[in-house]
């Protein structure tokens, strides 16, 4: 099955913007691998964030948007928050084959 | 409130069976593809399987099949997981997803002599 990856940490300052990105072995991400990006708190069972690309939920915090970008999917997050400090997992699907987790993202906020 | 509940779990020998059972309230169970995610210990999250709103596709990550089933049944809001030939590898949190992005609390699974 497919290899999808992610960097394994990031670092951005409060209020400041970073971009998480999601590959896959396979070639360009596109929208029809309907990226899912997910957030994970120590503990916690995991929320999810934002649906084929770009798509959020009523929960989701408008600091959060979800693109492709230069053959990856991209969560970006503008304007961080302490309480965004979290493990940020992709899900990509592959046809008639089934779905593949990202490794995760461990974003600190400092 | 939309609720999932995962049960089933616990501790369970190599070789063992274990079936696991998630059961969703105030939301339109059918409408919804389901999965099964697992995450061993200090790691990271793994797709086990997911289903098609009416059971007719089911899909499988390579190291359960032939081992795993997954099933649902649309007249009681469940999903269901039917685990057999466990190995150690088997041994984590068990979490049943939507594509309306739900997730219920997890069911542990320990398997382990």
């Known amino acids: 099955q497919a290899v999808v990856t992610q960097e394994p940490s990031l670092t951005v300052s409060p209020g400041g913007t970073v971009t998480l990105t999601c590959g896959s072995s396979?070639?360009?991400?596109?929208?029809?691998?309907?990226p899912y990006w997910f957030q994970q708190k120590p503990g916690q069972a995991p929320t999810t964030l934002i649906y084929?690309?770009?798509n959020k939920y009523s929960w989701t915090p408008a600091r959060f948007s979800g693109s492709l970008l230069g053959g990856k999917a991209a969560l970006t997050l503008s304007g961080a928050q302490p309480e965004d400090e979290a493990e940020y997992y992709c899900?990509?699907?592959?046809?008639?084959?089934?779905?593949?987790f990202g490794g995760g993202t461990k974003l600190t906020v400092l | 409130e939309v609720q999932l509940v995962e049960s089933g779990g616990g501790l369970v020998q190599p070789g063992g069976s274990l079936r696991l059972s998630c059961a969703g309230s105030?939301?339109?169970?059918?409408?919804?593809?389901m999965s099964w995610v697992r995450q061993a210990p200090g790691k990271g999250l793994e797709w086990v399987a997911n289903i098609k709103r009416d059971g007719s596709e089911k899909y499988y990550v390579d190291s359960v099949k032939g081992r795993f089933t997954i099933s649902r049944d649309n007249t009681k809001n469940s999903l269901y997981l039917q685990m057999n030939s466990l190995r150690a590898e088997d041994t984590a949190m068990y979490y049943c997803?939507?594509?309306?992005?739900?997730w219920g609390q997890g069911t542990l699974v320990t398997v382990s002599s």
């Open positions: 084929d690309t770009s």
């Open positions: 997803v939507t594509t309306g992005g739900y």
């Open positions: 396979t070639g360009a991400v596109t929208s029809g691998h309907y």
């Open positions: 105030t939301f339109t169970f059918s409408s919804y593809w």
């Open positions: 899900l990509l699907s592959y046809s008639g084959v089934g779905e593949v």
